[in-house]
């Protein structure tokens, strides 16, 4: 690695692999992830506690891509048990911590601020590279990360009928750290560790740890069977569960994992936030909530940060070109 390099490589964007269609996979992992809200509402709307939701939703998915999983770990399970402290924290911070601490943000916030405070992230992976590196990050990448959450503000209309708590607000802080976590481990992925096995083990260790909280009694689980509402008429409960488990929870991952890799966490996580607006439509398309003007508006916003962000990075790209060719030349 060069010195221009390194001098670019930043905690929250270790060496991105810039391969094409990153956006797209990105849009895809935004899109399952969204569906998670009609497919859980349907589940809680029909006696299931949020905790078995989630829990199950991660236990499930695990066992989904799990077969993916061992062939992509056959002949590097040295290096996949090495990893263990990734897995972990991708598990503890990124599935079960993000999800749980959300919940509980809900009981006591809006759920407008809830959503506000969890998508918090990219805000805080922008500061964070900032307080580790103590390099100021580019105009751009600052006005880009401001107009982005701006955006959000507008599609989740967080100043209507706000509630506020400070306990609620530690919360949804936390899930905040959980979502950075998420984009962050992604980015910063070694090669000799699949997304797909960090994927599967994180779901797996999210699972294992929501079984402990359930089983000492700090998370509610409670699960009911029969028919539940879903998309305007009753269906039994096994569809919404395979919903969230298959899309929003084995495909929602592992396409993020991937996505992070080829993005790096900034532009992920900024491209995650599309997550609000696929639910905004999903929710027109199944429950008949239309999107008003103003989250139309909040969209727009939020892809002009995209861009701002994004164009941040090129200019960065081009500005070492030339020092990339001093520094040959003077090798040579």
């Not at 009609?38 to 236990?59: D, E």
């Not at 897995?87 to 809006?110: E, H, K, M, N, P």
């Not at 199944?286 to 003007?293: H, I, K």
Request: net charge positive.
């Amino acid at each position: 690695m060069t010195m221009s390099e390194t001098v670019l490589e930043t905690p929250t964007d270790h060496a991105p692999t810039r391969r094409p269609g990153g956006l797209l996979i990105a849009l895809l992992s935004a899109a399952a992830f969204s569906l998670s809200g009609v497919f859980g509402h349907a589940l809680m709307a029909g006696g299931w506690s949020p905790g078995a939701v989630v829990l199950v939703r991660l236990a499930l998915a695990t066992v989904v891509l799990l077969p993916l999983a061992l062939r992509a770990a056959a002949g590097r399970w040295r290096k996949v048990l090495a990893a263990w402290p990734v897995l972990l924290i991708y598990g503890a911070l990124a599935t079960a911590g993000c999800q749980v601490f959300y919940f509980y943000a809900v009981q006591r916030l809006s759920v407008s601020v809830a959503l506000m405070l969890e998508y918090s992230s990219p805000v805080l992976i922008v500061l964070g590279a900032w307080a580790i590196t103590r390099r100021r990050p580019g105009p751009l990448a600052l006005a880009g990360t401001a107009t982005a959450m701006a955006g959000l503000a507008l599609v989740l209309n967080v100043f209507h009928g706000v509630r506020l708590d400070a306990l609620g607000v530690v919360f949804g802080l936390l899930a905040a750290v959980g979502s950075a976590a998420y984009f962050v481990v992604g980015a910063r992925l070694d090669d000799d560790l699949p997304p797909i096995v960090l994927a599967t083990g994180g779901l797996g260790i999210g699972a294992v740890l929501l079984c402990v909280l359930g089983g000492v009694g700090l998370l509610p689980l409670a699960v009911r069977g029969g028919q539940v509402p879903f998309a305007g008429t009753q269906v039994g409960w096994w569809l919404p569960l395979l919903g969230i488990a298959v899309v929003s929870g084995s495909l929602a991952y592992a396409t993020g994992i991937a996505a992070s890799r080829r993005l790096g966490s900034r532009i992920a996580s900024l491209v995650g936030l599309s997550e609000v607006l696929f639910a905004c439509v999903m929710a027109w398309l199944l429950v008949g909530e239309r999107p008003g003007p103003g989250q139309l508006v909040g969209g727009a916003v939020i892809l002009l940060g995209v861009v701002l962000v994004k164009w941040d990075e090129l200019r960065q790209s081009r500005a070492v070109a030339p020092s990339r060719g001093v520094a040959s030349g003077v090798q040579s």
